[in-house]
């Protein structure tokens, strides 16, 4: 059984640029969560996807948006970069009958000059 | 909004040494109670997870008790090893409605010296 992929690992960019990050959901999951962890702080729910579309959205300004493919992987994209943005960004995947048990991928360290 | 508060680390221990975590947490219904671990590098891992009040989880020899009265979920481990070594994140998910976003507390270092 395959787990949750990231890509890429690393990332440098400067304020103002765009950054698409990639997740690949666990064998079997349908469902995709994105969170951004802070240094030293816990992760914060960006947003899921289910079938698709926008499934629900924590406090991020639209500037962060998300695409579900067929295959059920996911992209994350930020627009107009900022300091702040700088951060481990984590996916996660669950299944439609389990959506609060999600497992997580190993992240995208993003850092913003 | 629902929160997670977890104790304040860095925690260091000794091998062997017993462990307790605190976690205390708000919501408006009743959540779905969570423990994940992060080990340095890495993403997290699913700890243990509890479902409804008094439920136990347990995994790996942590337990975690599911306490409805004092809205608690502290995290307990008889004697650490050194490979315990991680960051611990407390969370819960609130049941019903589509998204089941998780809530994190903000984590504890945990660090085990031989």
């Known amino acids: 059984e395959t787990g949750v992929t990231q890509s890429p690992t690393h990332l440098i960019k400067t304020r103002g640029q765009q950054v698409t990050l990639r997740c690949s959901s666990q064998?079997?999951?349908?469902?995709v969560s994105w969170y951004q962890q802070a240094l030293g702080q816990g992760p914060q729910f960006i947003f899921q996807?289910?079938?698709?579309?926008?499934?629900g959205r924590g406090n991020f300004p639209p500037r962060f948006s998300g695409l579900q493919f067929p295959n059920y992987s996911s992209e994350l994209n930020v627009n107009a970069l900022e300091l702040d943005d700088s951060a481990l960004y984590l996916c996660?995947?669950?299944?439609?009958?389990?959506?609060?048990?999600?497992?997580f991928g190993p992240g995208t360290r993003l850092t913003v000059l | 909004g629902d929160s997670v508060t977890q104790m304040e680390g860095p925690v260091t221990l000794s091998e062997e040494a017993f462990l307790t975590i605190n976690c205390t947490y708000t919501?408006?219904?009743?959540?779905?109670l969570f423990w994940y671990v992060q080990y340095p590098g890495e993403g997290l891992q699913l700890l243990l997870k509890?479902?409804?009040?008094?439920d136990k989880g347990s995994n790996k020899g942590f337990e975690a008790t599911y306490r409805k009265e004092t809205t608690s979920f502290h995290l307990e481990k008889g004697s650490v090893q050194v490979s315990d070594s991680a960051v611990y994140f407390c969370?819960?998910?609130?049941?019903?409605?589509?998204?089941?976003?998780?809530?994190f507390g903000s984590g504890t270092q945990l660090t085990v010296l031989p």
């Open positions: 509890a479902t409804k009040a008094d």
């Open positions: 919501a408006t219904g009743y959540p779905s």
């Open positions: 064998s079997g999951h349908n469902t």
């Open positions: 996807y289910y079938r698709e579309e926008e499934n």
């Open positions: 969370a819960l998910s609130e049941k019903g409605g589509s998204a089941r976003q998780l809530t």
């Open positions: 996660a995947s669950s299944s439609a009958g389990a959506r609060d048990e999600q497992f």
